[in-house]
């Protein structure tokens, strides 16, 4: 705590100083016909022709660059469709205003040919209008990391216990990627996020409030993750391998080939992962009678990997059509240890132990295939169609004893052993068509998507009895679940002087049915229970941007969204951990509905604050409850309401030429409430603190040095848990060679080993004390070698209609 304190006031201390630099640089940009230039980029170069700052010309062609160190600069403006312009050299004085002749930059005349680009180096942090982007290419500390772990080290980004994603203290984030969600939720969806490693990633964009083109799904909006792709002409590519060592050892590698030239470009990427992991739990819990103290050891063995492929085939200059195949194959054995001490309330001294084991290997495949053609003309007229085919399968089973000790004699006093089989299958079909054109001055966008679903999970629940498995058929079933959702909308932007709005509505038409099939234990006749459910659904969204001028902008928007049920949410089977501790689905789970409101204000492009509010009704989320006498299961329902109030601030620092800091501190205050029918109440408000500090270091000959950090202060979990501070830091050191083709990176994670949760929980005649972790403190060493061509092109960038149905499984 003293160490995140004196960071934070080193980190106060720059930023005053930085703010007493007041040498500025302005000037203006015009076209050949004397008309101001709106967007164009401006760049401040070093007299050796580095990037120092970048801006862009306002409506009124300005621009400006406030707190310039004394030096010698050169000013660089450009467009897509003018020549590049440069200013003289000139000397900067300190205290001295310098303004740049006006720039007059003259129409290109004809095509650019092949041209050699060196590209500056992303910020690890960009915020932009709408999102705020890390791109991971830029950290070290993100070297060997999966995608589960980046999200952790996002910017207001969570992840609790279990896994479940949170941002700014919201669930219902929609985990998209290279536009599209995922088809997976939960577990599985941490399984595979724990599958995708760093080195595939280029960048993860926070997008709190979409607008009415994305689906209405996702009441904390959407966090997208792109993957990298190749961008240049010719043969090229670039391998990785990594090693990771913490309690165990892990290892990582990938591969990524790419052929493009003016008609075909023909794009892979394949990457695989082999290791160990382990986590760890302890659940204190008093119900009814009894204590039951629970200490659990998780191991994990995983392997597997993932496979991208596509082609683009440019029709001419107007039509493209593509082909694009994503793969996830991951293999796993689970494997639990637990021992659980039963004391009676009275005396507190041990009566019984539980020991238990569970053993689930597993298989988990992923896969989509997507069909693209766009459209784009001159005149502002696109349209892009999409198709998609997903599947999703996966086969799991478990063996799990529970042996019951005298915890005086140690004698034996009972034994029982489950077994289940648990085959899950997703099928989902997706269509959408997207047309953008200029109309009134702004730009009209319209839109149609069609999606359909289908799951199977068979659920096949067995007592064994030496050694021999018999069905338990009141515990076995079999649950499918159908939805289909049409969806239109309609979207307007348009810029005027200082102000930028976008509004749109969208409408999604949902129809479902969830059918449970089991046997009447008694007469083993079939029972059937279906629930089904119509609905139409409107969600209105609007955006106002407003430049009061170069050094003041503000933006204010406003969104509904839905969160349907997850697929396995709904489906009521018990998965246990052991005898008394388990969860189950529920099918009679409701939509969740989030109004959200936010407003931001950017500060000479330096310091952005938002503040923001939503409500949500009908919010989903975990809870404990109780059944039997002393058993105790974790399920999801529908609570009465959340409100979050929130505040964020971010800014990027450059301490010298060599240091900069980027830091991020957001609050949030939560608000749960609800009453059951049954008495249960919950009634929680808690105020959440989070603050996120990275310092990256330039320290010459290709070496860079990195340190990060992270401090939760106490939150919510799921609604029923209180959890306590967290906090955890990084570092890292890189190194460039072979004439900068390649890199070498060697990062520490959770060096002083304190990423773990403690929390508590009241709900239901359950107190229940937890707290865990896992193996976070990992030295983690990774070589990447690129290779081919340098000539840039960009590729071009495409989404798939495989949207947030595919999340929910």
Known sequence: MRTILSTITALLINLAVFAQTTSTIKGSVIDNTSKPLVAATVSLLTQDSALYKAAVSDNTGAYLFEKVKPGSYMVKISTVSHNNWYSPKFELKEGVAYTVPVAS?????????????????????????????????????????????????????????????????????????????????????????????????????????????????????IINIKFKKNKKFGTNGSASVGYNQGIYSSYNSSVSLNYRNKKVNLFSNLSGYKGRGENWNDLYRTQNDSIYDQKNINLNKYNGGNLKAGADYFINDKNTIGVMYNGNFNKGDWQAIGQTVISPQTSKLPAEILQSGNKQPNRRNNQNININYRFADTSGHELNIDADRGFFTQRGESLQPNVYINASTGAVLRERIFANNTPTDIDIYTAKADYEQNFKKGKLGVGAKFSSVKTRNTFDFYNVWNNVKQQDWEKSNKFAYTETVSAAYVNYNRSFKKFSIQAGVRAEQTNSEGILKAKNKETMHDTTEAVKRSYLDFFPSAAVSYTLNPTHQFNINYSRRIDRPRYQDLNPFEDKLDELTYKKGNAFLRPQYTNSFSLSHTYKSFLTTSVSYSHISDYITVVNDTTRKNATFITNKNLASQDVYGINISAPVKITKWWNVYANLSANQSRYKAKFEDGKTIDLSVTTVNYYNQHTFTLGKGYTAEASGWFNTPSIWGGTFKTDFMWSADAGLQKTLFDKRATLKLSVTDLFKTNKWNATSNYAGINLHIKGGYDSRQARLTFQYRFGSNEVKAARERKTSLESEAKRL
């Not at 500390?141 to 772990?149: C, D, F, H, I, Q």
């Open 105 to 221: 930059l003259v129409t290109a005349d004809k095509k650019l040919k092949d041209v050699t680009v060196v590209a500056a180096k992303k910020p690890m942090i960009e915020v932009r209008a709408d999102r705020t982007v890390f791109n991971v290419e830029s950290s070290i500390n993100a070297t060997g990391s999966n995608a589960l772990e980046l999200l952790q080290k996002s910017p207001g980004v969570t992840v609790d216990k279990d896994d479940n994603i949170s941002m700014k203290s919201k669930n219902g984030v929609r985990i998209y990627i290279d536009g599209k969600p995922t088809p997976m939720a939960g577990s599985d969806l941490a399984a595979y996020l724990k599958s995708v490693q760093s080195s595939d990633i280029e960048s993860i964009e926070i997008i709190e409030n979409p607008s009415a083109k994305y689906d209405a799904s996702g009441n904390a909006g």
